[in-house]
């Protein structure tokens, strides 16, 4: 079974400020990796994917795979108490691109402090 | 919008009872996925269908949790004789790329 470890948190971090969120999972053969925000109530949303080494950008956002020491992170730049919410972790369950369903992470509760 | 809607968002039922939740994807994904959410924790994946057959089903899953896409389309989780440790969210997703999930039917068994 898979692991996919996050830090649970709270994370405080002041508006404006850049807010790094981690993590780490088992295996070696997977090659796609999601980042998911879920508001309080609500249902996860994907936010960004990222699937080669290095970093990928996406307005705000940066996510940064290095797959050698299975480690994905997300930075979330110029924070907005909007960015409150909890940030899962997910990988593909059976490896791949994760056509077979995702293994996801207990989440980290991040708070934008203004 | 991922285009999946679920049916009912909230359900409250005694112990004992049997209960069913609805999918709906608007166009026709291919795959569908149910997961479970409780407190705390991320979502965990119970089922998933690629067109009208059930490819997996989790080893988490008991004997009392059945799933079904008869026609490709829609899909139905029934969970019979429910239990106070299956109150939790009951999360459907299709391949939009990657799941892209609905709001989920919140389950309380009391």
């Known amino acids: 079974q898979k692991e996919v470890e996050q830090n649970s948190g709270p994370l405080s971090v002041p508006e404006g400020a850049i807010a790094s969120l981690n993590c780490t999972y088992s295996?070696?053969?997977?090659?796609?990796f999601f980042w998911y925000r879920q508001y309080s109530g609500k249902s996860p949303e994907l936010i960004m994917s990222?699937?080669?080494?290095g970093d990928k950008e996406d307005g705000r956002f940066t996510a940064q795979l290095n797959k050698a020491s299975q480690y994905v992170s997300l930075l979330i730049r110029d924070s907005q108490p909007s960015d409150s919410a909890t940030y899962l972790c997910?990988?593909?369950?059976?490896?791949?691109?994760?056509?077979?369903?995702?293994?996801f992470g207990k989440g980290t509760h991040l708070i934008i402090q203004p | 919008d991922t285009g999946v809607s679920q049916d009912p968002r909230h359900k409250i039922t005694k112990r004992g009872q049997n209960v069913t939740f609805r999918c709906d994807p608007i166009?026709?994904?291919?795959?569908l996925y149910w997961y479970r959410q409780t407190l705390g924790q991320g979502p965990e994946f119970l089922t998933y269908?690629?067109?009208?057959?059930?490819?997996?089903k989790s080893r988490l899953l008991s004997d009392r949790f059945s799933a079904e896409r008869p026609k490709g389309s829609f899909s139905t989780l029934e969970i019979q004789r429910t239990e106070q440790g299956d109150s939790a969210m009951y999360l459907c997703?299709?391949?939009?790329?990657?799941?892209?999930f609905g709001p989920g039917t919140r389950l309380t068994v009391t």
């Open positions: 166009s026709e994904h291919n795959r």
């Open positions: 990222i699937y080669s080494n």
């Open positions: 269908f690629q067109n009208e057959a059930q490819l997996e």
């Open positions: 295996d070696r053969v997977s090659q796609s």
């Open positions: 997910a990988v593909p369950r059976l490896g791949g691109g994760g056509a077979d369903g995702l293994t």
């Open positions: 997703a299709t391949e939009t790329g990657t799941p892209g």
